[in-house]
């Protein structure tokens, strides 16, 4: 038998491999070991090859899953939107808060006006509640700026969050969230101003992993999502959308034909859009975070999704005002509760199928060569994730095969 030499060997554990395309992969009384930021090798301990070992944790029958992926955050904005959550409790749509002038315009006008140190001081705690629950990689999109300024002011902070916590951050550029003041009435022309202008520079800094945009009633045209997507291609961009959230727009379908990384929302998601997602491989995340603070009734379309093959995420939505959610085992378990998913597809969702939302194929399995991204649990089956809500049941969490300590990030 070769010789195992590991910087870290988990032992005695109860392993949540997620080997397979369902199920749990579950390996009673496993093993794992990594060496050099990567598993090094997983199986049962009795299997376990002879080395030597800097770090020996014996888990006494601890549950160990991938770190958890939170594919779908907004979670860098400055103030807050507490007087929509109580309008909207007294009857106030999402559509009706956002043409009187609240909803994302609001954050906007309250994050132009942070400085960058401000804003970061705001996002750093609800970055660090999603760390505690062991996600160990987060997306974390723009699109409360507007303009160039304050669009790479939230991607730098957004960067410098990734920087001191240790943990993976995808940035991905949602300038076309939604039309800013200055462009009243002329959203073609800020259209051509993003895809001309301000992704460029952003991308030249190297700020943007990918672009996105909000395809709706109240956001943007599927052609002026076309035109962005065609700058974004041209810069060897990959592409997401919102899509689908308030009505049948086609967004799936356009996301689906630039190979687009996720389609996004999906309530109002057609048979033709699933079919398209299908054939590019596009995944589909589910955020019931907004499902159910908007109190939605249509969710999306899971069994036709299941049956066509389509991989479905779980993501917070984190945001100031629908889906103000910093819980991904919430989110989780209302994907669950809402959409009817098995414990096991949320658990999929919030791990390699979140990766996979981000074009990241190496994490979210507990197999060799995955990134040593390890999440361990206080629970005797990993059904538990989903099954509690508002109950963090998480020991400890490794990160590239480093001990992580979540303290460390919220005392900044």
């Known amino acids: 038998m070769a010789r195992l030499d590991a910087d870290l060997l988990l032992r005695n554990a109860r392993l949540v491999t997620l080997a397979g395309d369902t199920g749990w992969g579950l390996v009673e009384q496993g093993a794992l070991a990594a060496r050099d930021g990567a598993i090094a090798w997983v199986g049962p301990e009795s299997a376990l090859p002879a080395g030597e070992v800097l770090r020996e944790v014996d888990l006494a029958g601890a549950l160990v899953t991938p770190g958890l992926v939170d594919c779908h955050t907004h979670l860098v904005y400055a103030g807050n939107r507490y007087g929509e959550f109580e309008r909207r409790l007294e009857g106030a749509s999402y559509e009706e808060i956002a043409r009187a002038g609240g909803g994302i315009a609001s954050t906007v006008r309250a994050t132009r006006a942070a400085n960058e140190a401000q804003l970061l001081s705001q996002s750093r705690p609800r970055f660090a509640s999603l760390c505690a629950e062991g996600v160990t990689t987060i997306e974390i999109k723009s699109g409360y700026g507007l303009d160039r300024a304050s669009e790479a002011k939230m991607l730098r902070v957004a960067r410098a969050l990734g920087r001191e916590s240790g943990r993976t951050v995808r940035t991905t550029f949602l300038g076309a969230h939604a039309l800013p003041p200055e462009y009243e009435g002329r959203a073609d022309a800020y259209i051509d101003h993003l895809g001309s202008d301000m992704l460029p520079a952003l991308a030249a800094e190297g700020l943007v992993d990918a672009v996105d945009a909000f395809c709706e009633t109240i956001g943007f045209t ?45 309530e109002w998601l057609s048979p033709e859009g699933i079919g398209a997602m299908a054939r590019s491989g596009t995944v589909a995340v589910l955020l019931p975070g907004a499902f159910h603070f908007l109190r939605e009734t249509r969710a999306p379309p899971i069994e036709q999704l299941r049956a066509a093959g389509v991989p479905m ?31 096991a597809e949320a658990l999929r969702g919030a791990t390699h199928v979140g990766a996979r939302a981000l074009g990241l194929a190496d994490r979210g399995r507990l197999a060799v060569g995955q990134r040593a991204d390890i999440a361990v649990w206080a629970l005797d089956h990993p059904a538990g994730l989903a099954a ?25």
Request: charged share 15%.
């Open 222 to 266: 599927p052609a002026q999502v076309a035109r962005l997507f065609d700058a974004a291609a041209a810069l060897g961009l990959p592409v997401k959308l919102h899509a689908e959230q308030l009505s049948d727009q086609g967004g799936a379908a356009l996301a689906a034909r630039y190979r687009g990384l996720s389609a996004d929302h999906l």
């Open 313 to 343: 995420a779980v993501a917070t939505d984190l945001n100031p005002g629908t889906s103000p959610l910093a819980s991904l085992l919430a989110a989780m378990s209302l994907a669950c509760t809402h959409f009817r998913l098995t414990p």
């Open 388 to 412: 509690h809500l508002g109950f963090n049941a998480l020991l400890h969490t490794f990160v590239a095969g480093e001990e992580s300590h979540v303290l460390r990030i919220a005392a900044h």
